[in-house]
């Protein structure tokens, strides 16, 4: 037998191949875990645009959004949600929670125009959601009710930025 024959069969094979196994299928747990957390429990949103002025930054605003209270039903009015665009389902928005099932809401038509309003009462499984921003958001006032089954979660947190934490003023 040739030497490296002899050094190939001295090598462990099946040790490698177990150990290559068992960190394989740990990687898959820690995958599965973080899966499930992310999407069951708690996650990271990046939220963006002029909607949620001024509660939310235009450039963009880390939150952290609570998975478990949808589920519970404990969202409630006065709460933010992330929730899945009635308009395209591929999109998800952040909007402030003004009315549950059975209240009567009314809002401002075109408030950039007029003072005219409308009162709905929201249907049975629906909620009522507007951008604080009324005057550059797309909201229930447009799509109508949202059913509880689009809102994915609520936002209990801004990660980042921070308001005043390392905050460079240039006007000094």
Request: proline share 5%; charged share 20%; hydrophobic share 45%.
């Amino acid at each position: 037998m040739s030497g490296f024959v002899r050094r190939l069969s001295a090598i462990p094979w099946r040790h490698i191949a177990g150990e290559a196994l068992s960190r394989a299928f740990l990687v898959a747990q820690a995958f599965c875990a973080v899966h499930f957390v992310d999407h069951h429990v708690c996650s990271l949103a990046f939220v963006r645009g002029p909607s949620m002025l001024p509660a939310m930054n235009l450039a963009g605003d880390v939150v952290a959004v609570d998975r478990v209270s949808v589920q519970l039903g404990r969202v409630s009015r006065g709460d933010v949600v992330l929730l899945i665009s009635p308009e395209d389902p591929r999109k998800a928005v952040a909007k402030r929670v003004l009315g549950m099932e059975g209240d009567a809401v009314t809002y401002l038509v075109d408030p950039g125009s007029c003072d005219a309003s409308k009162t709905v009462v929201v249907p049975q499984g629906h909620v009522w959601v507007q951008g604080d921003n009324i005057y550059d958001s797309r909201d229930s006032r447009q799509f109508g009710a949202v059913p509880y089954g689009l809102i994915t979660g609520k936002i209990f947190c801004r990660v980042w930025p921070l308001e005043g934490f390392g905050s460079i003023d240039s006007q000094e």
